[in-house]
C-alpha cells in the first residue's frame, strides 16, 4: 500500500540529516537509498504507572494481537486451550478474525480494542505480554509498552526485539510446541523476568542517549 510513496521517501531521506529506524533491516534499506539511518530499536516512554514488582497470584498474560495477516491467532488459540491454569486476555478486533467469545477457551477472555487507559491498567496488571508475528524483524509495539512499564514479554525471535530485551523477555519459535514451552517457562520464571525487565529498560535509554547524541554530532 505504501509503494506509491517510495519515489517521495527517497528523496526526503536523501535530504534529511537523519532517518529514524526501528530495526536493523529498515535501517540498511535507508542506507541504499543515499539516507543517514539512526537505529532506535526501542523508545521507552514516561509514565505515572508501572506494574507492580510481583507478578499477580493467578498466572495472566495479556496476549496483544492486531489480528491482521501476520498474526498467527490459531496457534495462540490452540496453545490457550492446551494451558487453562493459565488466564489470557485477548486485545484486539477479533471479529475481523472470524473470532467469537463462543470459539474460545474458556480461560481466555476477549477484551477487544480498548481504550488507551485501560489497555494500560491490563498491560500493569499481566505476568506477561504475549505478541506475536510472522514478520520475524519487527520491533513490535506491544513489546515496546511492556518494557515501558516493566512487564515480561513472550514473543517469537526477532533479531530487534532480543537486542533490546536480551535475557529478560522469552522467544519461541512459531509452532505450537514452541509456544507451550514459552508459555510454562514465562510464567514460571516471572518473579525473575520482572526484575530483568527493569535493568533492559534502564540499559534501552542509555543506548538511546548515546545514539541521539552521537547523531546530533554528526
Same mark, same amino acid.
Given at each position: 500500500?505504501?509503494?506509491?510513496?517510495?519515489?517521495?521517501?527517497?528523496?526526503?531521506?536523501?535530504?534529511?540529516?537523519?532517518?529514524?529506524?526501528?530495526?536493523?533491516?529498515?535501517?540498511?534499506?535507508?542506507?541504499?537509498?543515499?539516507?543517514?539511518?539512526?537505529?532506535?530499536?526501542?523508545?521507552?516512554?514516561?509514565?505515572?504507572?508501572?506494574?507492580?514488582?510481583?507478578?499477580?497470584?493467578?498466572?495472566?498474560?495479556?496476549? @496483544?494481537?492486531?489480528?491482521?495477516?501476520?498474526?498467527?491467532?490459531?496457534?495462540?488459540?490452540?496453545?490457550?486451550?492446551?494451558?487453562?491454569? *493459565?488466564?489470557?486476555?485477548?486485545?484486539?478486533?477479533?471479529?475481523?478474525?472470524? #473470532?467469537?467469545? =463462543?470459539?474460545?477457551?474458556?480461560?481466555?477472555? &476477549?477484551?477487544?480494542?480498548?481504550?488507551?487507559?485501560?489497555?494500560?491498567?491490563?498491560?500493569?496488571?499481566?505476568?506477561?505480554?504475549?505478541?506475536?508475528?510472522?514478520?520475524?524483524?519487527?520491533?513490535?509495539?506491544?513489546?515496546? =509498552?511492556? &518494557?515501558?512499564?516493566?512487564?515480561?514479554?513472550?514473543?517469537?525471535?526477532?533479531?530487534?526485539?532480543?537486542?533490546?530485551?536480551?535475557?529478560?523477555? #522469552?522467544?519461541?519459535? &512459531?509452532?505450537?510446541?514452541?509456544?507451550?514451552?514459552? *508459555?510454562?517457562? @514465562?510464567?514460571?520464571?516471572?518473579?525473575?523476568?520482572?526484575?530483568?525487565?527493569?535493568?533492559?529498560?534502564?540499559?534501552?535509554?542509555?543506548?538511546?542517549?548515546?545514539?541521539?547524541?552521537?547523531?546530533?554530532?554528526?
Amino acid at each position: 500500500v505504501w509503494r506509491p510513496f517510495r519515489p517521495l521517501y527517497r528523496w526526503l531521506l536523501r535530504r534529511s540529516p537523519a532517518t529514524l529506524c526501528h530495526n536493523h533491516e529498515d535501517a540498511e534499506v535507508v542506507r541504499s537509498w543515499g539516507g543517514r539511518p539512526v537505529r532506535l530499536l526501542s523508545l521507552p516512554v514516561g509514565l505515572d504507572r508501572v506494574a507492580a514488582p510481583d507478578p499477580p497470584v493467578t498466572p495472566t498474560i495479556l496476549a @496483544v494481537c492486531s489480528f491482521a495477516q501476520d498474526a498467527p491467532t490459531r496457534l495462540m488459540l490452540e496453545v490457550m486451550r492446551r494451558r487453562p491454569g *493459565v488466564r489470557f486476555l485477548l486485545t484486539g478486533r477479533y471479529a475481523k478474525a472470524g #473470532v467469537t467469545p =463462543e470459539t474460545v477457551p474458556r480461560n481466555v477472555t &476477549l477484551l477487544g480494542f480498548l481504550p488507551y487507559e485501560a489497555y494500560l491498567d491490563a498491560l500493569c496488571a499481566a505476568t506477561a505480554v504475549l505478541t506475536l508475528s510472522t514478520r520475524g524483524h519487527i520491533m513490535q509495539m506491544a513489546a515496546e =509498552e511492556a &518494557l515501558t512499564v516493566g512487564v515480561p514479554v513472550l514473543t517469537n525471535r526477532s533479531p530487534a526485539i532480543e537486542e533490546v530485551f536480551g535475557e529478560a523477555g #522469552v522467544y519461541c519459535e &512459531l509452532t505450537a510446541e514452541g509456544l507451550l514451552a514459552g *508459555v510454562d517457562r @514465562v510464567v514460571s520464571e516471572a518473579p525473575l523476568l520482572r526484575g530483568r525487565v527493569r535493568d533492559a529498560r534502564a540499559a534501552q535509554l542509555e543506548r538511546v542517549r548515546s545514539a541521539l547524541t552521537e547523531a546530533g554530532r554528526a
